[in-house]
């Protein structure tokens, strides 16, 4: 039976009013991911190039330990970030903290062999045997998607992975295209996807020859297309971009980016935090989260105006993961 909107933005365990009223930190509030049967934070620990950048392994993994003990216990990461740094720095946690963890992969290869390679190095570089989710990295386009479902492709190792508990769940992620997304998701048995899912993108499309339109909402954009697809067929949603690679920031409050994000119906929201205090203060965010109302949520698709929904578009259009 399906979740309504207002169940699903609902949160298990003590509300943050509740926690304040017995003198305990607010908890960060958690959804269910999907019908996978586990609940999840609402905010994921980004791993990617804002991860990477810490100068050093000891502050990259102080950063991390901190997001743990502050209930940000989904780690999002991937086998081509920082060329492997990304997965080797949170391995170096794993020996002592992969129970509390939900921890999640991409992996970038088109080809069932190539993807059994980089799955195993991931494995070895984050120092598991198994993983909660597994992700099929960075859909580009309908091309990308026939590569990815091919005879010998790499869906065909991820769902290997599946069936051999390697990983529990496996998804596929893409902020390019909202339509080879929606069609991703209508023909295959993922658990659970990964886009683009902010104030911008809330009107966004591409015509046929690759070049971004912005369109009335409800008709093309990841919001409108994929998430329903996703939300139809029980799937944990994990939103990313929420800060448009900080492009964003500055036309709306973090906290309205943020609150944006968490406002749809998704189980979570990644974040990249290249400075401590940033952690702080998402985390802050998080507990204290309260979903915004329609005729808000109506305005913030306003806040960035037609030339820059299109430079945003062609930035998303061929921007890398790394």
Known sequence: ???????????????????????????????????????????????GSRFVAYETDEEALSVLNRAIDLGMTYIDTAHSYGDGKSEERVGHLMPARRKEVV?????SARTADDGRRQLELSLKRLQTD???????????????LAAIEAKDGV????????????????GITGHADPVAMKEA??????????????????????????????????????EALALPVANAKGMGVIAMKVFGQEQLVGRASIRELIYYALSLPV??????????E?????????????????????????VVDEPQRAAFARFLRHHADV
């Open 130 to 144: 198994r993983l909660d989710v597994l992700h099929i990295h960075a859909l580009a386009d309908r091309d990308d």
């Open 278 to 302: 940033m952690l702080e203060e998402n985390v802050a965010l998080g507990r204290g989260f309260q979903a915004l109302p329609e005729p808000e949520m109506r305005r913030l698709r306003t």
């Open 185 to 222: 998701l209508e023909r295959h048995d993922f658990d659970c996807a990964q886009m683009a899912l902010n104030l911008a993108r809330a009107r966004m499309t591409w015509n046929d020859d690759g070049r971004a339109e912005t369109i009335a909402m409800g008709d093309g954009s990841f």
């Open 103 to 107: 921890l999640a992969t991409k992996l």
């Open 267 to 276: 189980s979570l929201a990644s974040l990249g935090m290249p400075k401590p």
């Open 1 to 47: 039976m399906a979740l309504s909107r207002r169940e699903f933005l609902g949160v298990a365990g003590l509300s943050p009013l509740a926690a304040r009223a017995l003198g305990a930190p607010a908890p960060l509030p958690r959804r269910p991911f999907g019908r996978t049967g586990i609940e999840v934070p609402i905010l994921a620990f980004g791993s």
């Open 155 to 170: 869906l065909e190792a991820v769902m290997e992975a599946r069936e051999q508990k390697i990983a529990r769940f496996v």
